[in-house]
DNA sequence: CTGAAAGCGCTAACAC
DNA sequence: GTGTTAGCGCTTTCAG
């Protein structure tokens, strides 16, 4: 029975590994390989008795199918990647979240790459993920070199942009515009007639992004933007206190603030309370993401809203679409809707 | 052009796919696949001049390796799993970041499990990690099924328990005593001349844990615990505000609170300022984890720090040194060292 | 330094 | 229902 000539052989019984595999177990079965693979992936096409005994070697040997040999046969990973520049941040934790929550269900694997705010080398990224054959993927918008751009459209994959609106959009989108965000919270402000205006924005594209659109729609309406601050990404509370207290040689007129961020917009709450800086009446604070922290914070402090979980969702939910077969189709680009909610602190 | 009856070319030729593979690229640059294959893994054996056709073809071409056959092929997949609770949680988002930051610069990928706080069909997602053949495993510690425990074991793949010690531990762990770092906390609220204590804590095993190790200190001390409530899992800033109100009724007297994460003891803050209750002098406030916001808020909230980041690269070293052939050895069970850091809220 | 042969563990496709 | 054959795209191994 056992030739200890025969290299399989020895190559099996080598070192540590126990890897049980598809062939153990039909042979303890008393089946083919392909029975055992049927009784996994499509049991009804077996016939009960012998999916007993063949449930019952699986079990018996604790096999656990290849999942990667499987994947290579039938060209599909079952796997999914999700690129995005943090999850320290919890507005991408959220997405990430909700994101796996909704593969996982539907048994796809969540491959993650965290690829910082820095642009660096895109093109070994994507290289580094593809690689590894994603049946679909998920990428944090926009700003991607040509080269990139090619190597994701050639992958001809299911791809969702999420956070952004892209120019040349690869595929899907769920985004929004931040200069209109920026614009819109410019306007609110100018609206309760506020003429003094001030920006905390961290050094992240989209978060400058906000800021520009910001600092645009206030000059376009004839006032000043006092101070215009940048901030080290990812964007911290205590950024936030540092930026009020830049600010207040600005305070001696009322003011207007607008942060790229939840964070430092609690931030610069905390430190206003500390300098004895009354808000809203002196100065008026909008943050942007809608996290706990500004709906719980008191006092509440007004800010921009955006769907993150739904985000997380719906990315998910178009790439099951598009892995189900469908093919693209209208309302693939979709605008994430935003509104400025107002609360104490404006 | 187009043949219908030769199976390979149809399928090769057929809808969408343009799976540019090592042998295309051998076939431009008119060497064998082998040699492509050594441009790309070891580049010092190849000699310079055909190292350089080989690089052309696959840039011409668009060459992506497909890792998953070369993983099967050389029983390394370059990919490690992380399983977590949650990346809602900043703890445990800093964890995988750094992780995955590390793993990612030794060419690792990493693929994340977001199992949840419930412990349901463990060995239906480990069978799905497993399956996806990572050559590593990170998990949150602690509490499997046996069947579950056996799989891990029989993966033969180098385990990193963190978050929790064990006490059957698989491999190597990077965690702490939860009821211990309750019990110091008891212990440092009984030397401030503490005598009437409440408890917050998140429904979730450690957390809970945690309450345990400081209940039983506190009455070991011959001290009253007047609340110990549960809060939902993973725990906000709105669960502590409600929380203080649970806790209005018995602050008739001097108490000292010990909230099982950070969030919770900002919510008892914030919420106390606005009902009144003058902290530390009336209420004692510890949190856990030493998130930015108990550093950064107004007051200041003491807390219980870990070296969070910390863990995720110390586990990715762990690995890491595993993965390049070393043995284990002891040092591979790490108590992660916790300490009270004293603020202005005790 | 380069190539040819033989799989890795599984499944698609086609018999029976 | 079940088995057989032939790969999936790469790397190991061994031969030159």
Same mark, same amino acid.
């Given at each position: ?239 936030? *206190? @540092? =930026?009020? /207290?830049?600010?207040? &040689? $600005?305070?001696?007129?009322?003011? #207007? ?71 693209? *189709? @209208? =309302?693939? /680009?979709?605008?994430? &809707? $935003?509104?400025?909610?107002?609360? #104490?602190?404006?």
């Amino acid at each position: 029975m056992f030739d200890p000539v025969s290299a399989p052989a020895s190559r099996n019984a080598s070192i540590k590994n126990t890897p049980v595999k598809i062939t153990d177990v039909a042979a303890a079965a008393g089946v083919a390989p392909m029975t055992v693979s049927r009784v996994i992936n499509t049991p009804d096409r077996v016939s009960p008795d012998t999916t007993a005994r063949v449930r019952e070697a699986i079990d018996r040997l604790g096999y656990v199918p290849n999942l990667i040999a499987g994947g290579l046969s039938s060209r599909k990973s079952r796997m999914v990647a999700a690129v995005v520049p943090t999850i320290a941040h919890p507005m991408f934790a959220g997405v990430v979240q909700s994101f796996s929550d909704s593969m996982r269900q539907a048994g796809y694997q969540v491959m993650l790459s965290i690829c910082g705010y820095e642009d660096s080398d895109d093109e070994a990224l994507f290289r580094a993920v593809l690689g590894r054959r994603p049946d679909a993927l998920l990428i944090t918008g926009s700003g991607y070199s040509p080269a990139a751009w090619q190597m994701l459209i050639e992958a001809h994959i299911p791809v969702v942009e999420i956070w952004d609106v892209s120019s040349r959009p690869i595929d899907m989108v769920i985004g929004f515009d931040h200069a209109q965000v920026g614009g819109e919270v410019a306007a609110y402000f100018l609206v309760k007639g506020h003429d003094r205006f001030a920006v905390l924005a961290a050094r992240d594209s989209r978060a400058m992004t906000r800021a520009r659109g910001f600092n645009e729609a206030v000059t376009k309406a004839g006032a000043a933007v006092v101070l215009d601050q940048v901030m080290p990404a990812p964007s911290t509370i205590a950024a936030g *206190r @540092d =930026g009020l /207290r830049a600010l207040l &040689p $600005f305070l001696d007129q009322r003011c #207007a603030v607008f942060c790229s961020s939840d964070q430092l917009a609690f931030g610069v709450v905390t430190e206003a309370r500390v300098q004895g800086v009354p808000i809203p009446e002196h100065l008026a604070v909008c943050g942007f993401g809608n996290l706990e922290i500004s709906a719980m914070n008191e006092p509440p402090i007004t800010t921009v809203s955006l769907e993150g979980v739904g985000t997380g969702r719906s990315a998910a939910a178009f790439l099951l679409r598009r892995l189900a077969g469908e093919g693209p *189709r @209208d =309302g693939d /680009r979709v605008q994430v &809707p $935003f509104r400025i909610i107002e609360r #104490a602190t404006s």
